[in-house]
Each structure stands twice: as C-alpha cells, then as structure tokens.
C-alpha cells in the first residue's frame, strides 16, 4: 500500500476520500488536530493528532510514514466564521498550508492535491463558471483559497512540487453504508440544515432570499456527491504523479444546477416530510446561479460523476443523518 498523508483526514470529505484512497490501493495517514473532524471517521489508516501549522509534527509524521503524496484538506471552512474572525481561517489556511509546503519541500515529497474552492470566484460573471472566470473572492475564507493556490503555484513553478487544485462547489450526500457522512458544528450546509428543521432540532429553516433572478426566485447550485467529489481526488492524485502537468486547477462539480426550492421538494420526497421554513432576505455576496463547468477535470482526469442525481445525495445523507440520531441518543444514553 502506497502511503498518501491526508490533512485533515477526519473531517468529512477528507474521511471519504480516505475511504476512496484505500479502495484505490493507498494507505491514508490522517494528520489531524481534530479541531473541526472527529477521530471515529478515521477508519482506514492510522491517525497522527497534530496542527499543520506545526512544523516538527508534520516532519515526525513525514518521516514516520514516508507519504508518496499529500492529499490537503485542513482548514476552517465556514464562510460567515471567517468574515467576524478572519484570524482563525488565515492562521490555518494560509500559515498552515505554506508549514506544510515547507514540510513537503524538506522531506522532499513531491505530489500535491489542494482542497480548493468555488469561493475563489466570488460572483462570477457568468454561470457555469470555466476555470479561466476571474478571482475574485468576497470573503477572508475564499480570499484564504485564492492565497494557497497562489503559493502552490508559486513553489510548483520554483521546485520539483507538482501539483492539482480541485475547487469545489457544493459537496453534499453521505457514503453509501454510512461509514462516514457530514458532521459539521456549527452546521452551515443547506441539506444537514433542511433535516435539522424537519427532525425539529432547530424551529425551522430559513431560505436565504426568493427574489432572485432564477426560475423560482431562490439561488441555483451545483450539488456533488461527497462520493463522486473524493474519487476525484483520487483521479487527481493518479494525474499529478502520471502527468506533465506541473499546477492544475480543476472545477468539481456535476454542471448541474439545482434552485433551494427544488431541493426542499426533492428531500419532501426522499423523507416524506416538508421542511418547515420561512422566507428571510437575501444574503450579502451569494451569486444568483453557481454551476460548474466541470469539462476541464472530466477531460484530463477522466473522472465524471455518477452518485450527484439529487436523489441519491439526499438519500444517502438522510440515512447518515438517521444513523447519526441514532448513535448520538445511544451515547447520551450511556
Ligand atoms: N464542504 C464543502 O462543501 C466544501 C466546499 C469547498 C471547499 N471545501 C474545502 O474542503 C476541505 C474540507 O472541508 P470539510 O467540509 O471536510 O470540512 P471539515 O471541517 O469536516 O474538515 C476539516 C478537517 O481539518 C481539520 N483541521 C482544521 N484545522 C486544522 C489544523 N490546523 N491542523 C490539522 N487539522 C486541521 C479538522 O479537524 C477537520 O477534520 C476544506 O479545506 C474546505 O475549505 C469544502
């Protein structure tokens, strides 16, 4: 087994990545601080506990397990979080992301793939949105996206390091068997949000403005299957160690676009519950309509969705999220 180090391999799309990654062959070791991620989702290779920001663990970490590749995943992720506390996604998005390039440099390990953003475009001009759109980023959290790609680029173009940037759009769903799924805190994400309101764990949901200028009035987005989304990372891992390329960035997304609306109705019909809700204004800085055109990954990785049909991604995190009840009412009971 080829080891591959995961930062932040116990949250939720690195641990189905991780899942993939053995499926494919690699040995996932998770570098953790555990900070947002959760040491139960760490189930297919060892778990080292430590903050990327620090230097001496990720070079204990290098030379215990020798990774071929780093797949990087840590950081904050909320993008309202980071507006009000703009130095908690800075320290470990940008510090931490240039420790571990300096980390990857000194151990001289030569393979990158980055967790990057539809955030780097802020509000595109146009939807599907190409990897050639313009960055501009209107928050710290997407500004910290921009400044990693930025710097990986920067020491791809200086060094031996290859690397590929997935941005991605909305990552949604849950593992098939439910091994692993989202457990976001604060939760931020439409779906976990939507069952939350229908299991009465919050009074109900508040759909961000219907005013907008889509067919029912609320915002379009592109929903890919946290499946399909880390088997991308593995497409990507394979074309940064086989390919010419020195820096790729990659659209993942599905090119699909589905408004809020359509997904409330979609989980009416997957739970057979309506969500409660309520209409509220309109939120600073979301575009109308955000759809990927994914061409550019399914072109040179040769990857395409096959779990994203609206269906399955909420099929597939409403039993994640039952399970989860379930398992969290049987521990408090203990
Ligand atoms: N969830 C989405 O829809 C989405 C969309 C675009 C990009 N992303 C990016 O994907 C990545 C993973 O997102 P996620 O949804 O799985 O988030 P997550 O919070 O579930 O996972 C992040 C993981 O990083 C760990 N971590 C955070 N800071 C760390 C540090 N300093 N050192 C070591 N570990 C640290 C956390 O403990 C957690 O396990 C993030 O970089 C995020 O910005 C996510």
Redesign the pocket.
């Given at each position: 087994m080829k080891p591959v180090l995961v930062?932040?391999?116990?949250?939720?799309?690195?641990s189905h990545t991780c899942k993939a990654l053995a499926a494919a062959g690699f040995e996932p070791i998770v570098?953790?601080?555990?900070?947002?991620?959760?040491e139960r989702l760490v189930r297919w290779g060892p778990l080292v506990r430590?903050?990327?920001?620090d230097a001496a663990a990720l070079n204990a970490a290098f030379g215990k397990y020798r990774p071929i590749a780093v797949i990087h995943?840590?950081?904050?992720?909320a993008v309202g979080e980071s507006v009000v506390a703009p130095w908690l996604h800075y320290?470990?998005?940008v510090a931490?992301t240039i420790a571990l390039l300096n980390a990857m440099r000194e151990n001289a390990v030569d393979h990158l793939v980055f967790?990057?953003?539809?955030?780097v475009y802020g509000v595109p001009e146009s939807s599907p949105v190409h990897e050639s759109a313009p960055q501009r980023p209107l928050s710290p959290?997407g500004h910290s996206?921009r400044f990693a790609e930025q710097m990986i680029g920067d020491y791809c173009a200086a060094s031996t390091l290859k690397s590929v940037c997935l941005r991605?759009?909305?990552?949604?769903g849950a593992d098939a068997n439910a091994e692993t799924g989202?457990?976001?805190d604060p939760e931020t994400?439409l779906i976990p949000l939507a069952f939350d309101a229908l299991l009465g764990k919050r009074e109900q949901l508040t759909v961000n403005g219907d005013d907008y200028d889509t067919a029912d009035g609320t915002c379009v987005r592109d929903y890919i299957h946290v499946t399909d989304l880390a088997r991308a990372h593995v497409d990507a891992l394979n074309f940064c160690m086989q390919s010419e390329a020195r820096a790729s960035a990659f659209n993942v997304g599905t090119g699909n676009g589905y408004s809020v609306r359509e997904v409330l109705n979609a989980i009416n019909e997957v739970t057979g519950r309506p969500v409660p809700h309520s209409i509220g204004p309109r939120r600073a800085g979301d575009p109308a309509h955000l759809v990927a055109d994914a061409n550019a990954a399914k072109g040179a990785l040769g990857w395409t969705p096959i779990h994203s049909s609206l269906q399955e991604i909420i099929g597939s995190a409403w039993r994640w999220h039952q399970r989860e009840r379930g398992l969290l009412a049987s521990e408090s009971a203990q």
């Amino acid at each position: 087994m080829k080891p591959v180090l995961v930062t932040g391999g116990a949250g939720y799309i690195g641990s189905h990545t991780c899942k993939a990654l053995a499926a494919a062959g690699f040995e996932p070791i998770v570098f953790d601080d555990l900070s947002t991620g959760f040491e139960r989702l760490v189930r297919w290779g060892p778990l080292v506990r430590g903050d990327i920001a620090d230097a001496a663990a990720l070079n204990a970490a290098f030379g215990k397990y020798r990774p071929i590749a780093v797949i990087h995943f840590a950081g904050r992720i909320a993008v309202g979080e980071s507006v009000v506390a703009p130095w908690l996604h800075y320290g470990p998005n940008v510090a931490g992301t240039i420790a571990l390039l300096n980390a990857m440099r000194e151990n001289a390990v030569d393979h990158l793939v980055f967790s990057s953003s539809a955030a780097v475009y802020g509000v595109p001009e146009s939807s599907p949105v190409h990897e050639s759109a313009p960055q501009r980023p209107l928050s710290p959290y997407g500004h910290s996206k921009r400044f990693a790609e930025q710097m990986i680029g920067d020491y791809c173009a200086a060094s031996t390091l290859k690397s590929v940037c997935l941005r991605y759009f909305n990552a949604a769903g849950a593992d098939a068997n439910a091994e692993t799924g989202e457990l976001h805190d604060p939760e931020t994400h439409l779906i976990p949000l939507a069952f939350d309101a229908l299991l009465g764990k919050r009074e109900q949901l508040t759909v961000n403005g219907d005013d907008y200028d889509t067919a029912d009035g609320t915002c379009v987005r592109d929903y890919i299957h946290v499946t399909d989304l880390a088997r991308a990372h593995v497409d990507a891992l394979n074309f940064c160690m086989q390919s010419e390329a020195r820096a790729s960035a990659f659209n993942v997304g599905t090119g699909n676009g589905y408004s809020v609306r359509e997904v409330l109705n979609a989980i009416n019909e997957v739970t057979g519950r309506p969500v409660p809700h309520s209409i509220g204004p309109r939120r600073a800085g979301d575009p109308a309509h955000l759809v990927a055109d994914a061409n550019a990954a399914k072109g040179a990785l040769g990857w395409t969705p096959i779990h994203s049909s609206l269906q399955e991604i909420i099929g597939s995190a409403w039993r994640w999220h039952q399970r989860e009840r379930g398992l969290l009412a049987s521990e408090s009971a203990q």
